[in-house]
């Protein structure tokens, strides 16, 4: 027997200490909503809010949405688990036959969502992304930090990580489930997308800068985050490791056949203790390096072996 979906939109919102934002998010986002609903597109929507942990009343303001509203739903965790954890949380409870994922800062316009809409609802796409293509109002070297990321990502990876893709989407049953399916603890989403397939229809616009609060990114955070999607989406930094390994073998060999005909033609010359220094430096330095490789992948290796959850609940409706 067939499933009937009586929801037909999830809106599913990641928020961390977002009690300023998500009134206003909420105000402008139910108005799109009830355009859809006035067109005869989509009557029946839920919103799933995540609060990840937040230290403000996040949670409060959602409560104060769910009493006004009864389409609203959410999830509150024990502690922040990051923005990942808080998008799985949410779609893992949509029940909606389109969801649509949406940051709480009103950095995603909602005024896209009614295009994004028609392009999954026609059938021809099964996601709807979104790109920004141009980085206002972030400072240079992150823009440039983060080019020279994706830049990276493309060489090392055989997945197409997008450039300036953000996590406002809207997908349908179908992709939602089988992104579902990928139990990984690591969940870099810009990776797992393009991996699990299907067919994506790009929505480009400017980058509008958070209505209030600031971004949660710090510069640290954001590099943990990249090399977790190198890790996660490529193996070629091990192979990188086995071929410097191979080219200092080989030169140590020619090295030692040198030394040995010098020794036979000349004598023993002792000299340069300095040089045998820094060769040895610069040897032991190289297998840290790759040493340094191999623990990540075995401690990524070690996350997904111990199964943890990937978040933890405290309350929901
Ligand atoms: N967010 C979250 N958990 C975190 C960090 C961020 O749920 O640990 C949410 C945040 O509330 C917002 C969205 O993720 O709705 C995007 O965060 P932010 O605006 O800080 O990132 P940026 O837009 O600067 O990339
Ligand atoms: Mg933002």
Request: glycine content about 6%; proline content about 4%.
């Amino acid at each position: 027997m067939e499933t009937i979906n009586f929801i037909e939109l999830s809106v599913v919102v990641p928020c961390y200490n977002e009690e300023v934002t998500l009134p206003l998010f909420y105000r402008e986002t139910v108005k799109v909503l009830a355009s859809l609903a006035d067109a005869g597109t989509i009557s029946t929507v839920e919103f799933i809010f995540v609060d990840d942990g937040s230290t403000d009343h996040t949670l409060l303001a959602i409560k104060n949405l769910a009493e006004q509203d009864s389409r609203v739903r959410y999830v509150s965790f024990s502690r922040n688990f990051g923005k990942e954890s808080a998008m799985l949380a949410g779609l893992q409870r949509a029940s909606g036959r389109y969801i649509v994922t949406m940051d709480a800062d009103l950095q995603d316009p909602p005024a896209l969502i009614p295009s994004m809409l028609a392009a999954v609802a026609s059938g021809e796409f099964d996601c709807a992304g979104t790109r920004r293509v141009t980085r206002e109002g972030e400072p240079p070297v992150r823009s440039f930090l983060a080019r020279k990321f994706y830049r990276i990502m493309a060489n090392l990876s055989d997945i197409e990580v997008v450039d300036g893709a953000r996590d406002f989407r809207l997908m349908n049953r179908p992709y939602i489930d089988s992104l579902l399916s990928l139990h990984e603890r690591n969940r870099f989403s810009k990776g797992i997308l393009p991996w699990i397939g299907f067919k994506t229809k790009w929505f480009e616009y400017e980058n509008i800068n958070r209505v209030a609060g600031e971004t949660k990114w710090s510069f640290w955070k954001l590099f943990l985050y990249s090399i977790d999607g190198i890790i996660a989406f490529s193996s070629k930094p091990l192979a990188l490791a086995s071929i410097l390994g191979a080219v200092f073998f080989l030169l140590s060999i020619v090295f030692i056949i040198i030394v040995a005909v010098r020794r036979i033609i000349w004598g023993d010359p002792v000299a340069g203790w300095a040089s045998t220094v820094c060769i040895i430096m610069f040897c032991s330095g190289i297998q840290l390096f790759s040493t340094g490789i191999l623990g990540q992948y075995l401690a990524k290796t070690y996350t997904e072996v111990k199964q943890r959850p990937h978040y933890i609940i405290r309350e929901q409706k």
